[in-house]
Structure formats: structure tokens, C-alpha cells
């Protein structure tokens, strides 16, 4: 049975594969009245075929139900829905709710785990968690203190758990995980504590460790064939990632993985982006510091790296690459071509041909990004693939202790971990941005094991010289490079949207409005203002035929702390900056999910 | 100890900086005017500082030494110069470090978070020994529906070097002498604030 799935998925390619795609869950998947994974599919399209509500009458959509979670912290990620079935997570304690949608939601179980609290400080930027994912009747749970459990999804009851990390060691975990075949994939954060990062696979039944490979070091480590994985389309040759450090750096050096996964199942290949290298002040690691910032496809049975991408080498910014990798298929130049689209925190928004790692496009999705006047994409040239850094925004040119002022974007990026979303109907990406510059001042720091390792001062602030606000919501087309429409929001948009065959898409705002506009024009239909701030994704899911669409609420992360700082002149910034400083003005802590449909 | 002989001028110094008594009781009677160069210049259209004339009169610097000011109770304190362009080292140096270590928690410029308290705020009643305590050993506030844990920077160099720079700049912010903003201008780095950086964090 299983052969014969894969063959109808058109995946005749993978000859030698061990294990085969996971059944159970692509059928899970593929029907669109569930929600089996935070990615919504295993191509990151956060696109849901649900079409009941629509372009013309979502502007009639009403609140269906309500749900507290009895957390206020920041609430990331969405609910996932398997047949009557709903399970809503919590950030720190990182409760599980089984809802039944038969039983207007009636709690069925609860499971909350026992967690140091001590590993809340550990965290960088609140204690956030990024959801649950589904496989074979069961829910998978990555704890903050790293914990991955496995839950019967009937009963809460638990199969397995294992430890993936040491919080004090710094390491610690926000993201979902990826279920793939007859594995887990999880990720770690860190990279403020000096962590040498990694994924792993865990057995999906068993728990039982298969395979790490980390951001940098050894090759055996980061398991890298230096014949075999590719850069750019070439080898990347022996100690690719030692050569670029100084010393034993990479035992500190970062490369987080904490953001989020896809998968690929007719190339087999799984992708998923590495943070900053340690520490934020670039003087103290000098090379390229690979790889870390790096675009990363692997073979989940084996984890070995078919090809990477470094985007920004040697980071200066804090720029890191976790964002997701959307994958779709269109066509360059008039041919088809399996495409992998990101948008990275650099600013950039770069498409790779998924299967060769080969870059096509690199353009910026915010006209304001300064710090590279573009990616060199001479293919003949030295710096092929490498941004071209405008000295005047360099921190490691301007060196330790001198302020680099008006660098764009800010440490937070163009983009953060707020998935965007893909729609085959209008090939258009909607992406969720923050519209935000800094001043960075790096200096020495030195390494103490489970304490921060940051080496940075930063200020932030609305992009100067624009509309004000500090988020857009744009529509962006993946093959010319190009921003097709974009919305100003007065904060970040730290939502991850989601697209409709409705031809409707929605994201929610840090003041808590869910929103939702027309796919083609960005014309706002319909908002809604829910009981505070909106981190979390939207999703949609079909009960007893009819289409609802929820939202996590709870403001937190680290859009919590609000953004505009280190202005040199008070009176003047303020000016210009105004009510926008204090988002507490507008929303108050909480942790609610918020159920929409039309009337009958 | 050159600055000894401004803080007989104000009597009830004498009472807390014991240390000091018997130096006041000589200079007791030729009374001066009050030392101007350790008086602090604000900027007076900051509308971001939130003044408070109560904490600005307590935390006024009653010596200098080598660059580091220091208030009645023996405390380093701010100083505040050429309508607030101009701070001392530790204060800069303090907002430095402040927005490397600790605003990713508790805000920008101190204004807190959805997660931390605001410091601007916290530091209008801590006392130094207070501040130092919950810098080195941490504090936890976990309820059902929060649980709020400050790390214990004890063992961290990066923060515990530059603890007196933090608690300056804190107190700058909490006393309204500091707004929203980066220092403009800067004192130069005393020698005494190099050595004992060297000392701190190479050992």
C-alpha cells in the first residue's frame, strides 16, 4: 500500500528510500477540513482549499466560540484539528487542551507538563511555544525545557518522552516539530547562550534518537559529505565550516534552529534555515562563521545535507535565517521549476531551485533594507551569492564600541518567524513584515555557560522617513522579486497568515485585530478586534460542513517589548513616532483563542 | 577625597557617610556655596524623562572620584551635564549595557515588557543593596497565570562588571534625569573604570 501511495504522489524518483511517506498523516493533510500540522502542509503554503467563506462574504463573519487558555504570555502558533478533535497549546507551562468540536469544545483531556521554571529566563524574548504537530494518533509536544513528548491523541496518555537539550546550557525550545515518515524532527534555540545548535530526528514510535547533524563544525557532526553536499552548485569541500571560524569558536557558535520545517516527499529532501552565529559582536568571530545562516535541505531518513546556502555570511546584524521555506512549483523563464521561496530577517527575499540549492532570485521585500545594496548574482564572480555589504551599515567595519546608526532593518528583520502564506491561485506570497531600523553597537562580551552571550547594544525604530508604522502586510511575486501591494500596519505584523481558495487572505495585528483582505488587491473585508495581541497563525477547518477560521490571542514575544528607542534627539522622534511607541496603549496581556464563522 | 570639604555644607551627609564625620566636623564652619560642577544640567523640554524633583534631589551626586559620582548615602549616582547632553561615564556606559543584557526582557530604555517589570519604574524604590541582590541572585514570581524569573547574573561578567553602571543609568531613568534616549555625549572613561574592567573581566 504504502509504494503504491507513493508512486500516486508522483515520487518514482526516490529509488533507495528506507522509509516511505507517511500514509497516515498525508491523508490528514490533504483533507481540508482538518489541520494536522502548524505549517497547515508540508510545503509551508499556509494554504487552506476551504472556500465557504469568501472574498464577498467574509465581511458577515462572527465570533462562533471563545476558549481561554489560562495563560497570559505570548501565544504563537495555531490549533490543530484531527476529525471532531481540536488541540489548542499554551506557551510556559506548555499546557495541551483536547477540545471536542461535537461537544462545544468541551475539554475531553489536559496535560501539563512539570518544568523547571527556571528555564524561563533562559529563553530569549518570552516563552513562547510554536504548536503541535500530529502524526499516526499522536500529538507531539516540544516542551520549552526541550522535553519532546509523544500523547495519544485520544486520551493525553503519554507514549515517550526525551530530553533534546540542557537549559542549563542555554539550550532551551520555542518551535513545533516536523513529523516526517517514521520520524520527528525537532529543532533547539540558544543562540544568545552559545549553543552549538542542531536538528535531530527522533523515532516517531519510539522516541529513540536517529540522527543529529549540527549548524557548523566537523563534517561527520553537521553530517556533510564535502564530495557530495553543494553550495551554489559546487562541493563544499573538506572542514567547510571549520576553515571559517577562528579557533574552537563553533563549539559556541550558534546557528539555531528554531524555526520552521518543510518537506519535500518526491525530492525527500526537508529544509530549514540556521540562526545567528554567537556572539552579536562580529569583531569577536572572524570568518564567515558557516553554517550558520544557512538555507539547509536534508535527507530525513539519514540527515545527511544535500546542498546549503549561506546568506549572510558573517553575520554583523543579527539576521537570522530560521524563517520558513515555502515550496512551490512554478515557472522561470518559461519553464517549470520546484521552487523553495524565503523571506529572511536580512531583508532579502531569495528563490532556490529546491532540488540543485541553484539561487534565481534575490531582491529586497522592503524597499528600506540599506545594509547590502544586493545579492551578487554574477555567477562568474567572487562574491556570487553574497550580499554586498554597504560599509557605512557594517558593524564589523565600524568595529567594537562605535554605533552603527540607521542600519535596516533592525535586529528582528524585515521578517521574523510570522509565516507568510502562498496562493496557487494568485502565485502571489503574503507575508507578514516589520518595518524597522536600529543603531548597533557591538563590544566584548565573554562566554559563561548558560549565561547570555549577546555583545550588542541595540536601539529600534519605524522606519524612518515612511509611513510611521513598523509593519506592512504585502503581497510579494516569488519569481520576479517583486512586491505586488502592501498594507501599513502601525506595529509589526507578528502573525502568521494564512491564504484561502475563498480568495480571501488573514493575519492578525499586535493591537489584536483579526484581519482579513482580498488576495488579489489587499483590500481590507473584515476585522475584528479580539482580547489582545496577535503572535499566533491563522487557521481555518471544516465541522459538520461548515468553514470556521481561529486565532490564538495573548501579545507577548518579542514584538512585547515594544520597539522605538535609543533616539537621539527625544522630541523630535517622538514627534514623528508619536502613539505608536506604547503598543500597552493598545492591548493588555492574555491568552484566548478566538472561533469565527458566517452566520446561518 | 578633594570634594570632601562641599559635603560639609549639607549636614544631614554627616549622619550616613560615617566614614566622613570626622573630615565635616574640621570643614564644618567655613560654610561654601554648594559645588556647582556636581550639580546636574537636564534638558528641560525632555517630555520623555518623567521627572521626579523628590528622586533628583536624593540621588544628587555629593562626591566625585575618579569620574564615578556618588549620592548622600555613599551610592553611585548619575551626573548629568549641558542640559542633559552630556553623562557621566557609568551612565552611558550603564544605558550600554542595559540594551545589550537586559532590554530584550524588560524593554527599551527600561519601559518594561508584556513579561518583565518596567526598571524605570522598579528603580524608584529599590536601594542599591536590593538592586545588586536581585542582579546576582535572581527572582521568581510564578502564579497559575504568570510566572515571571529573572535570571541569577552571579556568574555572568557581562552584567556583574558593569552592575554599578547599571544601577546608574537605572536610577538616571527612575529619577527623570535620563529620557528616552542615547546619550549624546559622554565623560571621558575614567582610568579607575579601565582597570577595574580589565581586572573584572579578564579574572
Redesign the interface.
Known amino acids: 500500500m504504502r509504494a503504491v501511495h507513493l508512486l500516486a504522489l508522483g515520487a518514482g524518483l526516490a529509488v533507495a528510500t528506507p522509509a516511505l511517506a507517511n500514509e497516515e498523516l498525508m491523508k490528514h493533510l490533504n483533507n481540508p477540513a482538518e489541520q494536522a500540522l502548524q505549517t497547515v502542509d508540508y510545503a509551508n503554503t499556509r494554504y487552506s482549499k476551504l472556500d465557504q467563506i469568501n472574498a464577498s462574504n467574509v465581511k458577515n463573519l462572527q465570533v462562533a466560540w471563545t476558549f481561554s487558555t489560562?495563560?497570559?504570555?505570548?501565544h504563537e502558533g495555531s490549533p490543530l484539528v484531527i476529525g471532531n478533535m481540536m488541540y489548542v497549546h499554551t506557551p510556559?507551562?506548555n499546557i495541551v487542551y483536547a477540545l471536542d468540536l461535537d461537544h462545544d469544545a468541551k475539554i475531553v483531556w489536559k496535560y501539563e507538563p512539570k518544568q523547571d521554571?527556571?528555564v524561563?529566563?533562559?529563553m530569549?524574548?518570552?516563552?513562547v511555544n510554536r504548536g503541535l504537530a500530529y502524526a499516526e494518533g499522536a500529538i507531539i509536544l516540544h516542551q520549552a525545557d526541550t522535553t519532546v513528548v509523544s500523547l495519544d491523541a485520544k486520551s493525553g496518555k503519554v507514549n515517550w518522552s526525551v530530553v533534546n537539550g540542557d537549559p542549563k546550557k542555554g539550550e532551551t525550545n520555542t518551535a513545533t516539530v516536523l513529523p516526517v515518515k517514521d520520524k520527528v524532527i525537532v529543532g533547539i534555540s540558544g543562540g544568545?547562550f552559545g549553543v552549538q545548535c542542531h536538528v535531530t530526528a527522533y523515532d516517531l514510535k519510539s522516541g529513540k534518537k536517529v540522527w543529529r547533524g549540527y549548524s557548523m563544525g566537523p563534517d561527520d557532526q553537521m553530517l556533510v559529505d564535502p564530495e557530495k553536499t553543494t553550495a551554489l552548485g559546487k562541493p563544499v569541500g573538506k572542514d567547510s565550516s571549520l576553515k571559517t571560524w577562528e579557533g574552537d569558536q563553533w563549539k559556541t557558535g550558534g546557528g539555531c534552529t528554531w524555526g520552521w520545517f518543510s518537506y519535500d516527499p518526491k525530492l525527500d529532501l526537508m529544509y530549514y534555515g540556521s540562526g545567528n552565529p554567537s556572539t552579536?559582536n562580529p569583531k569577536q568571530r572572524p570568518g564567515d562563521n558557516k553554517w550558520s545562516m544557512t538555507i539547509w535541505a536534508r535527507n530525513p531518513d539519514t540527515g545527511m545535507a544535500k546542498w546549503v546556502y549561506q546568506m549572510t555570511p558573517h553575520d554583523e546584524w543579527d539576521y537570522d535565517g530560521i524563517n520558513e521555506m515555502i515550496l512551490t512549483d512554478q515557472k522561470v523563464d518559461g519553464k517549470d521549476r520546484p521552487l523553495l521561496t524565503h523571506f529572511d530577517r536580512n531583508g532579502f527575499g531569495y528563490t532556490l531551485d529546491r532540488a540543485t540549492g541553484e539561487l534565481l532570485v534575490a531582491e529586497k521585500f522592503d524597499p528600506v533594507v540599506n545594509w547590502a545594496t544586493k545579492v551578487d548574482m554574477d555567477k562568474g564572480s567572487k562574491t556570487f551569492g553574497r550580499p554586498l555589504v554597504v560599509s557605512k551599515y557594517s558593524t564589523e567595519q565600524n568595529g567594537e564600541d562605535t554605533?552603527s546608526k540607521g542600519i535596516c532593518p533592525a535586529a528582528l528583520g524585515t521578517k521574523d518567524q510570522q509565516p507568510a502564506a502562498f496562493s496557487p491561485k494568485t502565485n502571489l506570497f503574503y507575508v507578514p513584515t516589520n518595518h524597522v531600523c536600529m543603531?548597533y553597537?557591538p563590544?566584548?562580551?565573554?562566554y559563561?555557560p548558560?549565561?547570555?552571550?549577546?555583545?550588542?547594544?541595540?536601539?529600534?525604530y519605524p522606519a524612518p522617513n515612511s509611513h510611521g508604522g513598523m509593519g506592512n502586510f504585502i503581497a510579494w511575486d516569488g519569481v520576479n522579486g517583486k512586491i505586488k501591494w502592501s498594507n501599513a500596519e502601525q506595529f509589526s505584523v507578528w502573525s502568521g497568515a494564512l491564504a484561502t481558495a475563498g480568495d480571501v487572505v488573514f493575519y492578525g495585528t499586535l493591537e489584536g485585530y483579526l484581519k482579513a483582505v482580498d488576495s488579489k488587491t489587499g483590500k481590507e473585508l473584515y476585522k475584528f478586534k479580539t482580547p489582545s495581541g496577535i503572535i499566533g497563525n491563522v487557521m481555518t477547518y471544516s465541522h459538520k460542513g461548515k468553514q470556521y477560521v481561529g486565532i490564538l490571542s495573548g501579545?507577548?514575544g518579542?514584538a512585547?517589548?515594544?520597539?522605538?528607542?535609543?533616539?537621539?534627539?527625544?522630541?523630535a522622534g517622538?514627534g514623528a513616532v508619536g502613539g505608536y511607541?506604547?503598543l500597552s496603549n493598545y492591548t493588555n496581556?492574555g491568552g484566548q483563542l478566538t472561533v469565527f464563522t458566517l452566520p446561518n | 577625597m578633594l570634594h570632601l570639604s562641599q559635603v560639609a555644607l549639607r549636614p544631614f551627609v554627616a549622619a550616613l557617610a560615617l566614614a566622613t564625620v570626622s573630615v565635616v566636623a574640621v570643614n564644618a564652619e567655613d560654610a561654601k556655596p554648594a559645588d556647582k560642577s556636581l550639580a546636574n544640567s537636564l534638558n528641560p523640554d525632555d517630555k520623555t524623562a518623567e521627572k521626579d524633583d523628590k528622586l533628583l534631589a536624593k540621588d544628587a551626586a555629593v562626591k566625585v572620584e575618579d569620574g564615578k559620582y556618588f549620592d548622600a548615602e555613599g551610592h553611585p549616582t548619575f551626573h548629568v551635564t549641558e542640559n542633559g547632553k552630556k553623562f557621566d561615564w557609568y551612565a552611558y556606559s550603564g544605558y550600554r549595557r542595559y540594551h545589550a543584557e537586559c532590554h530584550v526582557c524588560h524593554g527599551p530604555d527600561g519601559m518594561g515588557s508584556t513579561y518583565a517589570p518596567a526598571l524605570k519604574d522598579s528603580l524608584k524604590h529599590l536601594s542599591y543593596e536590593e538592586f545588586i541582590g536581585i542582579l546576582a541572585g535572581g527572582k521568581q514570581d510564578v502564579s497559575s497565570s504568570e510566572q515571571k524569573v529573572m535570571p541569577a547574573f552571579g556568574d555572568n561578567k557581562n552584567v556583574m562588571c558593569y552592575a554599578d553602571d547599571l544601577y546608574v543609568y537605572l536610577k538616571a531613568r527612575a529619577a527623570g534625569a535620563m529620557g528616552r534616549i542615547r546619550p549624546g555625549d559622554k565623560e571621558e572613561k575614567p582610568e579607575a573604570a579601565k582597570k577595574a574592567e580589565k581586572e573584572c573581566m579578564g579574572g
Open positions: 489560562g495563560v497570559l504570555r505570548g510556559f507551562p521554571p527556571s524561563i529566563p533562559v530569549c524574548c518570552d516563552t544568545e552579536w554605533n543603531d553597537e563590544f566584548r562580551v565573554t559563561t548558560g549565561q547570555p552571550y549577546v555583545g550588542a547594544t541595540l536601539s529600534m501579545v507577548g518579542w512585547g517589548i515594544g520597539l522605538a528607542a535609543g533616539l537621539t534627539d527625544p522630541n517622538l511607541a506604547a496581556l
